[in-house]
């Protein structure tokens, strides 16, 4: 299949009736296991990346370090593939163009890429780049616009609503497909996004999110994982580690354990 193919795949599995569930990988492995259970496409971690590859997250991880995941990601894969980019790795002032054709060459049909604290202004402009080199390179790619009004407190907790949604006819007007609102769990509040925007909606889990069955009844398109099977992988291997080094004991290792075989015949 073509990444235009794709692409527009990616895109039609957000106007299902239930939102699209995207459980985010981290590293190759992860995201062979997620397809195999049934996942209709992949979304990537910045965070697991990072840390898998033995860095912090927020704009630390190496481009090239970045880019050779990706493209190990879309070797096992069949389903598409998406990709936070975190901010574009990119001064406000640099171009994106080039970064974004390079992610995009190594197999990603989608993109996530965010405001945080800074100015929505220069978020518009990297999306305007992007969707530019997506059309030169006849790629329909679908950029979700992650905004940190929730995630970051930026503004007073009675005028996030009216925040976001300003900031979401921006990033539409710039070209984005999606809006990724990190953070937010009242169903008020995400029922009022939802209805106030063309963009598609994408929430994450969090403490005190709707269930997913619940979320599609107020307008949600998407409900990412985010970092937080990785971050659950890491508290569990820490246990058995930790276990091991203290009593020397090979049970617990294997209690839980995949068969190799099972594992090793997935690749």
């Known amino acids: 299949m073509s990444s ?21 990988a981290w590293d190759a492995g992860s995201a062979l296991l997620i397809e195999r259970l049934g996942a209709r496409a992949i979304a990537t971690t910045s965070a697991g990346v990072a840390w898998s590859l033995g860095y912090r997250d927020g704009d630390a991880l190496p481009l090239d370090r970045h880019l050779a995941t ?27 163009a080039e970064t974004a ?34 059309e030169r390179l006849g ?39 999606g809006l990724f609102v990190l953070g937010v ?7 009022q996004i ?15 999110l709707p269930p997913a069955s619940d979320l599609a009844t107020l307008g949600v398109r998407r409900v990412s994982v985010g970092s937080w099977i990785s971050q659950t ?13 203290a009593d020397g004991r090979s049970e617990p290792l294997f209690e839980f354990a995949a068969p190799y075989s099972e594992v090793n015949a997935c690749f």
């Open 101 to 134: 054709a390079r992610f995009v060459e190594a197999g990603a049909v989608g993109f996530n890429i965010q405001d945080g604290a800074a100015s929505p202004h220069v978020l518009c402009r990297k999306i305007e780049q992007i969707r530019q080199t997506a």
């Open 70 to 96: 990706i493209a190990a990601i879309a070797r096992v894969v069949t389903v598409p593939l998406s990709v936070d980019i975190e901010g574009g790795y990119i001064e406000e002032c640099d171009s994106i």
């Open 4 to 24: 235009n193919s794709k692409a527009e795949v990616f895109n039609a599995l957000h106007r299902q009736p239930e939102p699209l569930r995207l459980p985010n």
């Open 194 to 208: 939802a209805a106030g925007t063309e963009l598609l909606l994408n929430v994450i889990a969090w403490p005190g």
């Open 233 to 245: 992988l890491w508290e569990h291997a820490s246990a058995l580690a930790a276990n091991f080094l």
């Open 185 to 191: 769990t009242n169903r008020d509040d995400i029922a």
């Open 139 to 177: 790629v329909g790619l679908y950029v979700n616009a992650r905004t940190d009004v929730y995630a970051r407190n930026l503004v007073p907790e009675n005028l996030r609503v009216n925040e976001v949604l300003t900031r979401a006819r921006q990033y539409q007007e710039a070209g984005a497909n």
